[in-house]
């Protein structure tokens, strides 16, 4: 009998133990923290909250997913604690390191974060995030020590990170600005011979070159630059957030609309688009204005003028009124046969924000009512723009084309002058070149542009 009484009371110990080795573990495990609900839209809040109880009872993969979701939203600080817990429970994962030393950034802890993205050296990389990419988490540290106003660390680690072109341009700007151009001349050309077209390598070559006191060639350098359009990316904060805040919420269901757009099926984009509204209910959130604007779109393909009219009445109820939204009410006439009324809200538009596409419809409106005048008018101004858009995009041969419309539509503007001139210069016909910019100052003595390029020609 005391045998069994001896063995029941080491039993009654062990579970004893056993139980509460169990509810210390539990204990010991972190508790996600939530933001307020009351500052969150609650279909978000929803989703958070499901995460959040999938990491509690979950390991690393499942934090890394609630970091991400707050990440999405622009919310550094919970996302901190999430990738912070995940790269504890999993010192191997990259995705865990990489977001919590860019958390640590984008909340101005710059030291903190360097540490952190060091310790990425010798981890493994995942496509799917880009810095966990040795390129981009070497320039994040370089970017750390610039917004330190350490320019000596800056520029050895972005030196670290040769031929990749951000950290390329990063290094050859501190040194152009330390006086070091003719140094940084190298990497600039380097750079240029591999994109021609770089809007910021071309800057900075001109900028060195003005340095130098090479006029010559830094006024070459400001040439092609105006016909540069090339831009690197020098950011990469948003390719890195972009992906998770589309998974949450409205932003999802707008995300689902977005891969139907290659389906040309109006009503079931309609259709989708009349449910992404509804979700969103009474409450003004920032995608409210891109999803009505969408509809707006829609029903202009659907030819309903009178639903356009009932949209374009919620986004002045919510205060907004812009170019695109003006454009779609002379839409709207267009689809009613009000002519008069289209070209009112239209010629608004060509004032606030003028396009090719503004300045066709208004010369097609003239057209039909026969004033040719008019029509020529803004045809010139079309013709001007594609000159415009030809020449930046170094297109010279649309480019004159369009210029020649232009200047003969319209004689009397002086800005289809001005860019007949630089079009004639770049293409080396200098009396042209000339002729043109002495038009242009005919007709408006005051353009700077003009007067400075005269200047060039007849020194």
Request: glycine share 4%.
């Amino acid at each position: 009998m005391k045998q069994i009484v001896r063995i029941l009371l080491i039993l009654l110990v062990v579970e004893t133990g056993y139980c509460g080795y169990l509810v210390a573990k539990r204990l010991a495990r972190p508790i996600p923290v939530l933001p307020e609900a009351e500052y969150i839209d609650p279909m978000v809040m929803e989703e958070y909250q499901e995460l959040a109880t999938q990491a509690e009872t979950g390991f690393a993969p499942e934090w890394i997913q609630l970091g991400q979701a707050f990440l999405g939203q622009g919310m550094y600080a919970y996302a901190e604690n999430c990738f912070y817990e995940a790269a504890r429970q999993d010192p191997s994962s990259a995705v865990a390191q990489s977001s919590y030393a860019f958390c640590l950034e984008r909340t101005g802890r710059m030291e903190a974060s360097t540490q952190e993205y060091e310790k990425l050296k010798g981890m493994k990389a995942d496509a799917s995030v880009p810095f966990t990419n040795p390129r981009h988490f070497k320039y994040a540290i370089g970017r750390n020590y610039l917004r330190q106003e350490k320019a000596a660390q800056a520029e050895q680690a972005f030196q670290q990170n040769m031929d990749f072109q951000p950290a390329d341009f990063q290094r050859a700007k501190l040194m152009v600005r330390s006086g070091r151009a003719a140094d940084a001349l190298s990497i600039i050309q380097r750079n240029l011979n591999e994109t021609p077209n770089s809007l910021y390598f071309g800057f900075l070559k001109y900028r060195a070159m003005d340095s130098l006191g090479r006029t010559l060639e830094a006024k070459q350098a400001a040439d092609r630059l105006e016909r540069a359009m090339y831009v690197i990316p020098l950011n990469f904060n948003t390719e890195f957030i972009m992906p998770y805040s589309k998974r949450l919420g409205v932003s999802k269901a707008i995300e689902d609309y977005n891969q139907m757009l290659d389906r040309d099926d109006m009503d079931h984009m309609a259709k989708k688009l009349d449910e992404v509204l509804t979700m969103m209910g009474d409450r003004k959130m920032p995608a409210f204005k891109a999803t009505v604007m969408r509809m707006v779109e829609v029903e202009f393909q659907r030819k309903n003028p009178d639903r356009m009219l009932v949209l374009l009445k919620m986004l002045n109820d919510f205060g907004i009124e812009e170019p695109d939204t003006i454009q779609f009410k002379g839409g709207v006439y267009l689809l009613k046969g009000d002519l008069e009324k289209a070209k009112e809200y239209l010629l608004r538009v060509a004032e606030m924000s003028p396009t090719i596409e503004i300045h066709e419809t208004l010369a097609n409106i003239y057209n039909q009512q026969n004033e040719i005048e008019k029509r020529d008018f803004q045809q010139g101004k079309a013709a001007l723009l594609t000159a415009m858009m030809s020449f930046r995009n170094d297109n010279l041969e649309i480019a004159e084309q369009a210029i020649q419309e232009s200047v003969d539509k319209n004689p009397n503007d002086p800005q289809a002058w001005f860019y007949y001139g630089e079009i004639k210069r770049i293409n080396k016909d200098r009396q042209a070149a000339k002729t043109a910019y002495e038009k242009c100052l005919k007709l408006n003595p005051n353009h700077g542009r003009a007067i400075a390029e005269l200047k060039l020609l007849t020194q």
